[in-house]
């Protein structure tokens, strides 16, 4: 299991266009979409959880493509940067 990180996802997009841009590569098993609480309209990025074969195709294929007027980046999600368990 992979998880992808995905930036620059339009407002205007929804969150069934997007888990159908992925699923064009492989299963889904799992998307997060940021969401503003009062527009309901996303926030420009999200979270996709893939296979790592289907991930790497689908971060091949979609990586800097247009999705509604706006260029969508998609990386291997690297987790929370600087939150290390602490005592």
Known sequence: MMTLFVRGIPPTATESGLHDLFAAY????GMK???DFFT???RG?????M???EARA???AING???LGKTIYVEVD???KGKRGRR
């Open 33 to 35: 979409v940021n969401q």
């Open 26 to 29: 492989g299963k889904v098993f």
């Open 45 to 49: 990025f999200a979270t996709v959880d």
């Open 65 to 67: 493509r247009d999705f």
């Open 51 to 53: 296979e790592g074969h």
């Open 78 to 80: 690297k987790g929370a």
């Open 58 to 60: 689908a971060i091949s």
């Open 40 to 42: 309901g309209q996303l």
